[in-house]
Every structure is written in C-alpha cells, then in structure tokens.
C-alpha cells in the first residue's frame, strides 16, 4: 500500500504534564509529513481543552501510577480495533521530528519489501536537556525506549501485555516489553535516522556527561526484580510470567 494511504495513529499517555508540553507534543504530530491521528488517554487528570484540540481525547477516571501503561495499551488497543495500519507510542513530554512516521514505514519496506510484512520498527532518539538543548548521549545497548516502538498489524496482539502487567513492574515496563518482543521472534527494522526528541529527566543522563542535573530531575525507579520475585510463590511466578508474556529475565 502506498505510505501516505495508510492509517497512523500516535498514543500519548498523560498526567499532569503543562499546556505547553502538551501542545509540544501535539503539534510534533499534527506536523508529521504523512497524516497521523493523535490518540490522547488522561490518566485521572484530564485536561478539557483537549476536547477541542482536534485529537481523540479518552479520560479514564483515575491515575494507575504504572509509568503510562495502562492509558498506553488502552489507547493502542483503541486504535487497533479501529483498523489503524501502524500505531507508535509518544509521551507527553517529548515530540517528533516531522518525518517520524515515513522515515519508520520506509525502513519497513526496505527491510521487508511491505509494511505488511514487518511487525515493528524500532526508532533511535534525539536526547534532550531540559532547555531543549540536544545532549551527547548514545542508545542504551540492547534496549529500545518505549517512544521508539512503531508497531504494524502483526504485533498488535503484544498491546494488551502493557495492561496486564504488575504494577510494580511498570518502572521497567519497556525493558519487560522489549524482551518480549525479542521471546516472540517477530520481524523486525531499525530506522537509522533519529526521530523521536526525548526529554530527558533523569539525572543519571546529565552525571554521566559532567554535569549537575537539573533542579526537579529524577532518579532511577527501576526495582529490583531479582528481589521482588524472591517473595512470590511458584504458583505466583507462574500468573505474573503470563501477565507479561512469558518474557521473565532477572538474571
């Protein structure tokens, strides 16, 4: 099917996050060269100016404190339903560079003749201080942001696991993701342009280059799945492995 014919659907979870960020991030993908719907899901605080923003705005009613999983696999399985041919995940807080999505669809046909025929396309990222300005810092080995996701018809069936996941694992819930992608041995492309502006708020990102991270940035969350299994019984182990996929790695 020719690109600029196929239905695109961009997700964004949100919180609390200002009118201007929000307006960021809808206007990244308003300004996308090839049309993309905008699928906005409140997490417990929606804001109504959204009703009038042109985008597809969902209010869940309450906060689930699970990093954006849950309005993510809501909103992702909405648009599935609803035929859309690829659909990514965008935070609130970050934003796109306008060839975003037809720089991800042409790294699908290249790799594999059709979109069709690819399941994901993993994006690369644009690292960002919190003044906007662009930071020297590479992709993380062997871990894809939950931003870079963009994902074809063959790997919809993966959304639900972003719902049915534990919430005390949500801190990690893109590294969860990623292997399950990689326990599914689905097919997938990496777009070698970099698309996705990342707000980077944690301040281990700004030590890492020498400098005193920002008034309000964030330290790690990640928990300690090692330990937190430690504490569940077998028959446990075995619900919160299907909860997620199968994809259990705490080694």
Request: proline share 5%.
């Given at each position: 099917m020719e690109k600029s014919k196929l239905k695109c659907a961009a997700i964004t979870p949100y919180y609390k996050e200002t009118v201007?960020?929000?307006?960021?991030?809808?206007?990244?993908?308003r300004s996308q060269s090839i049309k993309t719907d905008h699928f906005l899901v409140s997490d417990g605080f929606p804001q109504n100016w959204l009703d009038d923003a042109g985008v597809r705005h969902i209010r869940l009613g309450v906060g689930h404190a699970d990093f954006g999983n849950t309005p993510r696999g809501l909103g992702a399985l909405l648009a599935a339903s609803e035929q859309y041919d690829v659909?990514?995940?965008?935070d609130a807080d970050n934003w796109l560079e306008p060839?975003?999505?037809?720089?991800?669809?042409?790294?699908?046909?290249?790799?594999?003749?059709?979109?069709?025929?690819?399941?994901?396309?993993?994006?690369?990222?644009i690292f960002r201080r919190i003044d906007g300005t662009i930071m020297?810092?590479?992709e993380?080995?062997?871990?894809?942001?939950?931003?870079?996701?963009?994902?074809?018809?063959?790997?919809?069936y993966l959304f639900?696991?972003?719902?049915?996941?534990?919430?005390?694992?949500?801190?990690?819930?893109?590294?969860?993701?990623?292997?399950?992608v990689?326990?599914?041995?689905?097919?997938?492309?990496?777009?070698?342009?970099?698309?996705?502006?990342?707000?980077?708020?944690?301040?281990?990102?700004?030590?890492?280059?020498?400098?005193?991270?920002?008034s309000g940035a964030k330290e790690s969350a990640f928990v300690n799945l090692q330990e937190a299994f430690g504490r569940f019984s077998p028959r446990e182990?075995?619900?919160?492995?299907?909860?997620?996929g199968g994809a259990v790695d705490i080694s």
């Open positions: 201007a960020q929000l307006e960021k991030c809808l206007e990244s993908v659909i990514f995940f965008l060839e975003h999505v037809s720089a991800c669809i042409d790294a699908a046909v290249e790799r594999f003749g059709t979109t069709l025929d690819c399941d994901i396309v993993f994006a690369k990222r020297p810092i590479q993380e080995p062997n871990h894809i942001d939950t931003n870079c996701f963009v994902f074809f018809p063959g790997a919809f639900s696991f972003w719902i049915t996941m534990p919430n005390f694992m949500s801190s990690v819930g893109d590294r969860l993701f990623y292997a399950l990689k326990s599914r041995n689905l097919r997938t492309a990496d777009c070698d342009f970099r698309t996705v502006n990342y707000l980077n708020t944690w301040a281990a990102g700004y030590r890492a280059l020498g400098e005193d991270p920002p182990l075995e619900i919160v492995s299907r909860m997620i």
